[in-house]
């Protein structure tokens, strides 16, 4: 079986992904626009074959097949995460508490990027593969048809996470393994940056046997 491996470029020209940066109010990020740009040209692929996981890639599989399970019975579009509330001691706030944090938080975003490089979002996605190569084995399970390149489009923000993910491949949504993989994107956590958030349109992804 062959290993997971990032391929070149995407086939066919004019086809490539492009990536739109979110502007502020009043300024445009040529920059940041670029950025995404280069990190959306590659393919990934994720085949079944069985893969050794690690704890943490299992809990994560488990998870988006999970989600991906209730989804289809809900007959829903997308996935919905549920939060998680952290319990903690309750007491009062020490004077100079809350400013000093804020503070730390200005010094520490000083000293952040500001944009992702291609090479950072791309080491965060093959961190994900064999997660999401156990969502294409349990979407062959259920059903062999669906394969092919699925597309994606998704919004990273500041604070290394994913604000918004969707499938664009008609022949992938609502299908098993759109909503796995999409539950696996929004726990993705990449690299802080003190840029704008930005959205990389048309990922792909190559789902192989």
């Known amino acids: 079986a062959s290993k997971t491996a990032a391929a070149?470029?995407?086939e066919g020209k004019g086809q490539g992904p492009d990536v739109h940066a979110e502007?502020?109010?009043?300024?445009?990020?040529?920059e940041q626009a670029t950025a995404g740009s280069e990190a959306s040209e590659d393919t990934l692929?994720?085949?079944?074959t069985a893969v050794?996981?690690?704890t943490n890639e299992s809990k994560t599989a488990s998870t988006g097949a999970?989600?991906?399970?209730?989804?289809?019975k809900q007959g829903r579009k997308g996935i919905r995460t549920r939060g998680?509330?952290?319990?903690?001691?309750?007491g009062k706030k020490k004077s100079g508490e809350s400013s000093s944090k804020k503070v730390a938080k200005?010094?520490?975003?000083?000293?952040?990027?500001?944009?992702l490089e291609k090479s950072q979002i791309k080491a965060v996605m093959v961190k994900h593969i064999s997660a999401m190569k156990q969502c294409v084995k349990l979407q062959y399970e259920?059903?062999?048809?669906?394969?092919?390149?699925m597309k994606l489009n998704f919004t990273i923000t500041g604070s290394g996470r994913i604000s918004n993910v969707s499938v664009t491949t008609a022949q992938h949504k609502g299908s098993f393994v759109a909503h796995c993989i999409t539950a696996i994107f929004k726990k993705m956590v990449f690299p802080r940056f003190s840029g704008p958030p930005f959205t990389v349109r048309g990922f792909s992804l190559k789902l192989g046997r």
């Open 106 to 115: 200005a010094e520490s975003s000083q000293n952040l990027p500001e944009r």
């Open 45 to 48: 692929v994720v085949k079944k």
């Open 23 to 30: 502007k502020e109010p009043g300024k445009a990020n040529k």
């Open 142 to 149: 259920r059903d062999p048809s669906v394969g092919g390149v």
């Open 52 to 54: 050794k996981t690690s």
């Open 84 to 90: 998680k509330k952290v319990s903690g001691k309750k």
């Open 66 to 72: 999970r989600q991906a399970e209730r989804q289809q």
């Open 8 to 10: 070149g470029p995407g």
